[in-house]
């Protein structure tokens, strides 16, 4: 996969794109893999960008300067580039997907229920909640996480020559000391803070409409923002979701919360899966407080408060109705 999206990368990064291309480009990016993988990509380049001036750089620069294109032995055309730099940000990008002798990727992951704290060589923790995938790598300029899927709580040492960045489909999280929230389920990414200053982006991809803009936001204790699907994102007064790493106790509290957001989390912690059949169900508000050792009876506790069916089917899925309604 990763090499599909190095190609894609590498021609738009050419800024001669044409409109078969663009259009290629827009299917294979729908596709929820294909732009995780390429997100990894524009998270790195940026990454490579802050290292002017650095030794590792030049180096980069001197083994990339005497090609001035990249060969097409790996089917890819021959794209021009203004300048040694951004063939060595681009060369070294390639070399730290394919080898990684120096930056040593980490990766931790939690199985349903699970959780575990990870502390890193900086002295950070990361908590990661139930069902969660991250990679970890520092340089000398920055520490890197990219949130794959999940929830994490972040506890971040203060290092203002080094920022900590967290990427999480398209979201990035910049910080140098603080603690906060990112969770990535599925179609929605939300950041929320609970000590210090948390700046927040959205990163759009080159193809995207440049009137759109960067979505950027400042975040202080209480406050969070999120994106659902491939809108924009927005800051939430009132998500109804607990306090940002509250979670870590095993409560679960909600106040007024989506449907949507509830199913969500309670899937980290079940096996099987909770889906709602009706799409009409996802604004519902529920209001809750819930143990992470009890999701097997929250179904029936939903059906006690709202006026929906829960249907039981084969392989502990679980599919949750207006009430009145058949599956179809």
């Not at 990163?203 to 923002?225: C, D, M, N, T, Y």
């Not at 679960?252 to 949507?260: D, E, Q, S, T």
């Amino acid at each position: 996969m990763n090499h599909q999206a190095r190609e894609w990368f590498v021609t738009l990064q050419s800024g001669s794109v044409s409109a078969a291309q663009r259009e290629a480009f827009e299917r294979w990016y729908a596709v929820a893999e294909h732009a995780h993988a390429y997100q990894e990509y524009e998270l790195v380049w940026r990454s490579l960008g802050a290292m002017q001036g650095s030794p590792e750089l030049d180096a980069l620069r001197q083994s990339a300067a005497p090609r001035r294109w990249l060969s097409t032995s790996w089917g890819w055309p021959q794209l021009g580039f203004s300048g040694a730099l951004a063939a060595a940000l681009l060369m070294g990008l390639v070399f730290v997907f394919n080898y990684q002798p120096s930056i040593a990727v980490q990766e931790y992951t939690t199985a349903v229920a699970g959780q575990k704290t990870v502390t890193l060589v900086d002295g950070s923790e990361i908590t990661l909640g139930a069902k969660t995938h991250v990679k970890v790598w520092q340089t000398k300029q920055g520490r890197h996480v990219d949130l794959v899927q999940g929830l994490a709580f972040f506890s971040v040492a203060k290092d203002p020559e080094r920022p900590f960045y967290v990427a999480a489909s398209g979201v990035q999280v910049t910080v140098v000391g603080t603690q906060f929230d990112v969770s990535n389920q599925g179609p929605v990414v939300r950041v929320a803070v609970r000590e210090g200053q948390v700046n927040v982006e959205q990163i759009k991809h080159v193809l995207q409409s440049a009137s759109s803009g960067q979505a950027q936001f400042e975040l202080r204790p209480g406050q969070a923002v999120e994106r659902i699907g491939n809108g924009e994102l927005q800051a939430i007064a009132d998500s109804g979701v607990q306090v940002a790493g509250d979670w870590r106790n095993g409560q679960l509290l909600y106040r007024n919360a989506r449907l949507a957001d509830v199913i969500a989390d309670a899937n980290r912690y079940f096996d099987g899966e909770i889906v709602l059949g009706n799409l009409a169900l996802q604004s519902t508000r529920v209001t809750l407080a819930l143990r992470t050792d009890q999701i097997e009876v929250f179904p029936e506790l939903l059906n006690r408060t709202l006026p929906i069916d829960v249907h039981r089917e084969a392989g502990n899925r679980i599919v949750i109705l207006p009430a009145g309604n058949n599956p179809p």
